[in-house]
């Protein structure tokens, strides 16, 4: 990462704390783009080069999947499912300090329609990068790609709700979820055995 890609993705970073912090003070309603910029430090103009409106610097910028984590992935040659379980065991690390945001920002999308849907596209973002990840394993298999992306997305879903009521770390919650997957090879050969 450049030293310029750096201090954007810092300064991303302040203007969401200082989002989150004043959304806890005052509730989001009383919170304006002008007050965020003024507790992060940054012109109004900034805060725009950022985030669009004080709803998405909540959410902070988009983490895509670690560059590094899903080059593994994609030259990987071990068992798919537990290469997916990797990439996302690399992607939620980055996540695990952020539990109190989390709660903060759930509690907040059922108040917030802007909120939900927004963390919805940022979803349906990370389902549409994992699909192509899982297809460059799998090519000419668009379904089982698509399929195994949607599993994974709820697998993050399930680890985040659990993380967020318990007091294990994320990773530890990941992987006990994870454990509980079924071999997908032999849940399919099976129910085509009893077809």
């Known amino acids: 990462m450049s030293l310029r890609q750096s201090r954007r993705q810092q300064t991303a970073a302040d203007i969401q704390a200082a989002a989150l912090r004043l959304v806890r003070q005052h509730g989001l309603e009383q919170v304006t783009t002008d007050a965020i910029a003024a507790e992060a430090g940054v012109s109004p103009r900034t805060f725009f080069n950022y985030y669009r409106f004080k709803e998405?610097?909540?959410?902070?910028?988009?983490?895509?999947?670690?560059?590094?984590?899903?080059?593994?992935?994609?030259?990987?040659?071990?068992?798919?499912?537990?290469?997916?379980?990797?990439?996302?065991?690399?992607?939620l690390a980055r996540r695990e300090k952020d539990r109190e945001a989390f709660r903060l920002l759930r509690r907040l999308a059922f108040e917030?329609?802007?909120?939900?849907?927004?963390?919805?596209?940022?979803?349906?973002?990370?389902?549409?990068k994992l699909t192509a990840l899982i297809m460059a394993r799998m090519p000419?298999?668009?379904?089982m790609a698509r399929l195994?992306?949607?599993?994974?997305?709820?697998?993050?879903?399930?680890?985040?709700?659990?993380?967020?009521?318990?007091?294990?770390?994320?990773?530890?919650?990941?992987?006990?979820?994870?454990?509980?997957?079924?071999?997908?090879?032999?849940?399919?050969?099976?129910?085509?055995a009893q077809a």
């Open 148 to 192: 195994l992306a949607l599993l994974m997305i709820d697998l993050i879903r399930i680890t985040m709700e659990r993380w967020l009521e318990q007091d294990q770390t994320l990773d530890e919650t990941l992987v006990q979820i994870a454990a509980r997957l079924p071999d997908l090879g032999t849940l399919l050969h099976n129910e085509e």
């Open 112 to 128: 917030s329609p802007k909120i939900l849907a927004l963390h919805q596209t940022s979803i349906l973002a990370l389902r549409d």
């Open 56 to 91: 998405a610097a909540l959410l902070g910028p988009p983490l895509g999947l670690p560059e590094e984590a899903a080059e593994r992935f994609r030259t990987s040659t071990g068992p798919l499912l537990d290469d997916l379980i990797v990439l996302l065991r690399a992607h």
């Open 140 to 143: 000419g298999d668009m379904v």
